[in-house]
């Protein structure tokens, strides 16, 4: 099979790239660079022994998107490229809107044009908002708290109304929870731009001694260590989840959407702790205001993802950690 991957040389697009080749998909991807390295992809066909075709386009530009399709064809798409920060998306709305909604709009179009119409989406739990209650599962409601996660939803009911004036459609609405980790190769991983935004990746820059000490925002949730609880799924976890997402669309499900997480929690003293473990030595931490919009807890009910694409996380916080190390550690200043 044919994938053209757009965002493939990000985090998640890089190693699900990686573990399609192993499975003998045919890969294109396009990516405008603008939050990624080409190097993530050189070392995939490098880990993997395996060719992939890479274009530099930015789903804005048309004509450039509408070449690749015409150049080759594809049964599938698996659409990572999108602007993903959500303070950045206070700051820039318009930005974000354009990139993620135009840009899935132009990409939508010229899909149906070439009669491509199976579709992988790359969700967030972002859409739920601020659930209720835990674990969240599918048919919670949806909501949206800043501009990145009305990006999430307003492009998941595009595909809802594409979905209902053509139902020849097949689409995947796969709703991230945490995504961590690197490959187990150490040779790629996540390579944030700036300040890490995320716990993990900032962990791990405090661990290798890029930067001075982590805040922990808040102790004071009503949680057993009174720090927040979060779903923390292995970056190599969620790419197999796109591939058995991709399998599933070959029975032509329709529009069909999946939680992926573990189905637990780690507060953030206990990604500490592991952490610590992982690089044998202390993390210098120190307690602070909490961060406005934190939820206390939020994790996935995953099971529909196990039951219906046969996928579940295998691998623990403990693995995330090693391989985020092997990762930070080989390379403490990512791809460059
Ligand atoms: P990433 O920034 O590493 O990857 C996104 C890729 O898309 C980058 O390589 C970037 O250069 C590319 N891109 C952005 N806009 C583009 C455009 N207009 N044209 C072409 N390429 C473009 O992010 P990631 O963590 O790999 O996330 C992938 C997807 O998963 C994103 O849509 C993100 O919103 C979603 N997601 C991520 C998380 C997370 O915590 N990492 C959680 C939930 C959902
Ligand atoms: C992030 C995104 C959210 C997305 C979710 C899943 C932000 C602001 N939010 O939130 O939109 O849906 O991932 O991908 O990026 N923490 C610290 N110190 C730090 C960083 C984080 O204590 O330096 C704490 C946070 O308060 C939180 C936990 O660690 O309790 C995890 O934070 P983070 O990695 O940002 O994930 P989410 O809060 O789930």
Not at 48 to 54: D, H, R, S
Not at 143 to 152: D, E
Request: net charge negative; hydrophobic share 40%; proline share 5%.
């Amino acid at each position: 099979m044919k994938i053209l991957v757009t965002g493939g040389a990000g985090f998640i697009g890089s190693h699900t790239c990686l573990e399609m080749l192993q499975e003998g998909y045919e890969i294109t991807v396009v990516d405008n660079l603008c939050n990624s390295k080409e190097e993530a992809l050189i070392r995939v066909q490098a880990i993997t022994g395996k060719p992939l075709t890479f274009h530099k386009v930015d789903l804005l530009d048309r004509q450039a998107l509408e070449q690749v399709f015409a150049s080759d064809s594809f049964d599938a798409v698996i659409h990572f490229a999108g602007l993903k920060a959500p303070g950045e998306s206070v700051s820039i709305p318009l930005r974000y809107y354009q990139n993620n909604i135009t840009g899935t709009i132009n990409l939508l179009e010229v899909m149906a044009h070439y009669g491509v119409k199976s579709l992988v989406f790359s969700s967030s739990c972002t859409v739920y908002g601020e659930a209720k209650t835990v674990p969240i599962r599918e048919d919670f409601p949806l909501g949206a708290i800043n501009p990145y996660g009305r990006t999430k939803l307003m492009i998941e009911q595009i595909l809802a109304d594409l979905y209902t004036s053509d139902n020849s459609w097949d689409i995947a609405l796969l709703r991230y929870f945490n995504p961590v980790g690197a490959h187990p190769s150490g040779r790629i991983g996540e390579d944030p731009q700036g300040i890490p935004n995320n716990l993990l990746p900032y962990v791990a820059q405090v661990a290798v001694g890029r930067l001075p000490e982590l805040h922990v925002f808040g102790n004071d949730y009503p949680t057993p260590d009174g720090t927040c609880i979060r779903d923390y799924v292995h970056v190599v976890d969620l790419a197999l989840g796109h591939l058995r997402a991709l399998e599933k669309l070959q029975t032509h499900p329709g529009l069909v959407a999946y939680n992926l997480g573990t189905n637990r929690g780690h507060s953030v003293m206990e990604v500490i702790a592991a952490f610590e473990k992982a690089c044998g030595h202390a993390i210098p931490h120190r307690v602070v205001e909490r961060r406005p919009g934190d939820a206390a807890v939020s994790y996935a009910d995953a099971s529909k993802a196990n039951r219906e694409l046969g996928w579940r996380s295998e691998k623990s916080m403990d693995d995330i950690c090693a391989d985020m190390w092997r990762w930070q550690k080989n390379n403490p200043y990512g791809y460059s």
